[in-house]
Structure formats: structure tokens, C-alpha cells
Antibody, heavy 120, light 107 residues
Framework: EVQLLESGGGLVQPGGSLRLSCVASGFTFSAFAMHWVRQAPGKGLEWVSGISASGGGTYYADSVKGRFTISRDNTKNTLYVQMYSLRAEDAAVYYC?????????????WGQGTLVTVSS | DVQMTQSPSFVSASVGDRVTITCRASQGIRSWLAWYQQKPGKAPKLLIYAASNLQSGVPSRFSGSESGTDFTLTISSLQPEDFATYYCQQANSYPLTFGGGTKVEIK
């Protein structure tokens, strides 16, 4: 059974940093690109960042480019996003998501999400 | 960036109704369009991929179609468990983008 378990969310002050993790199980993690998608309270879904299966390719939304860094450790089956210079508008539930087996960037499995609150 | 314009934003419907939701892409995305269902407090669930392919385990009352840059999700006979918010998502190019969502509520 595929499982994605996010952690690392919490309360952080504006300008602060936070690292989210997503531990994967039930599939060959190193074979799939992975992504982060967020959802601000009461709002829609927003793609944040993606990383290729090997980690050699990374992609970012303009809203986080230069402030967030996505990475993965295929030996630990873990996806990360390091978030710097956090702003109020970064407050959201952050989901990690696995791409479909065919490799196209549709997401067939999602984690339960981890909540990031940015407030002083 | 590809903008995804989803409509309507809200649908009030009854059990057994046929419901249609549309997404229009601002430029060509071939068939790289997915539909998701999200219930309150839960992660999204993939329903349709590549515009018209039903994800494994999804009931056949859900279907997807395309015409150029217009994509449609149809629920042929709405069931109580289908009341949720639905999103489209283009997977043709980065940045990946979602539609604004359609909330399907009970009439």
C-alpha cells in the first residue's frame, strides 16, 4: 500500500524557515518524480515544486522560486522542501504527491498534509 | 504560464442529477489534464487523467472529455458521496496549474 507521510509543519514567524519532510512507502520511491502542492485555508490547490526521480531536475512555482528548495534522499525514501523567508501568504496545508506510473505530472497518491502557519 | 479557468465555481444539485464541470486552458495542453475530487479535511483524489482516462477504482459514473482547449468532467448520476470540490490540473508544462475549483453541494 502506497503511503506518504508529511511532517515538519508548525508555527513560524514571518521571515523564518522551516523544513518539511515526506516519508514514502509501498512503492519504489527512486523511480518516481515527486511534488509539493499547498492549499491555503479555504482556498484552492496550488502547485509549489517538483523534483525528478533522480533529483537532477527541480521545478518551482514563481511564488516560491528563490525561497524554497526541494530535494530528496532516495536512500531514505524521503522528500523534502526547505522553506526560507516565509511570508504570511505561505501559510497553508502542504501535501506531498506522487506522480502516476506513466510519469506524467498527475498525482495518484497524496499525503495527509502538514499545516504551516506563518504569524508573529 | 497556462491558466486554467474552471466553471462553474459552485453547483447545487440533487442525487441522481447529471453534473458537468468545465476547464478551459489558456493555451494548448494536448490531453494532459487531470481531474481531482477533494472532500473537507482530506487530500485530493485523482479521478481522471489524460483528459478521459478513469483512474483505477473510480466509479464509471465519472467521465472526462476534451475539445481543443476545453475539458469537461461529467458525473452521470450524482451520488451522496460525490458532494465535494472538484479541481482540474494541467500537466503539460511547468509551472503545473490547477483550476479554481467547483464545489458541488446538495440542493
Amino acid at each position: 500500500e502506497v503511503q506518504l507521510l508529511e511532517s515538519g509543519g508548525g508555527l513560524v514567524q514571518p521571515g523564518g524557515s522551516l523544513r518539511l519532510s515526506c516519508v514514502a512507502s509501498g512503492f519504489t520511491f527512486s523511480a518516481f518524480a515527486m511534488h509539493w502542492v499547498r492549499q491555503a485555508p479555504g482556498k484552492g490547490l496550488e502547485w509549489v515544486s517538483g523534483i525528478s526521480a533522480s533529483g537532477g531536475g527541480t521545478y518551482y512555482a514563481d511564488s516560491v522560486k528563490g525561497r524554497f528548495t526541494i530535494s530528496r534522499d532516495n536512500t531514505k525514501n524521503t522528500l523534502y522542501v526547505q522553506m526560507y523567508s516565509l511570508r504570511a501568504e505561505d501559510a497553508a496545508v502542504y501535501y506531498c504527491a506522487k506522480v502516476r506510473t506513466d510519469g506524467y505530472n498527475n498525482f495518484d497518491y497524496w499525503g495527509q498534509g502538514t499545516l504551516v502557519t506563518v504569524s508573529s | 504560464d497556462v491558466q486554467m479557468t474552471q466553471s462553474p465555481s459552485f453547483v447545487s444539485a440533487s442525487v441522481g442529477d447529471r453534473v458537468t464541470i468545465t476547464c478551459r486552458a489558456s493555451q494548448g495542453i494536448r490531453s494532459w489534464l487531470a481531474w481531482y475530487q477533494q472532500k473537507p479535511g482530506k487530500a485530493p483524489k485523482l479521478l481522471i487523467y489524460a483528459a478521459s482516462n478513469l483512474q483505477s477504482g473510480v466509479p464509471s459514473r465519472f467521465s472526462g472529455s476534451e475539445s481543443g482547449t476545453d475539458f469537461t468532467l461529467t458525473i452521470s448520476s450524482l451520488q451522496p458521496e460525490d458532494f465535494a470540490t472538484y479541481y482540474c490540473q494541467q500537466a503539460n508544462s511547468y509551472p503545473l496549474t490547477f483550476g479554481g475549483g467547483t464545489k458541488v453541494e446538495i440542493k
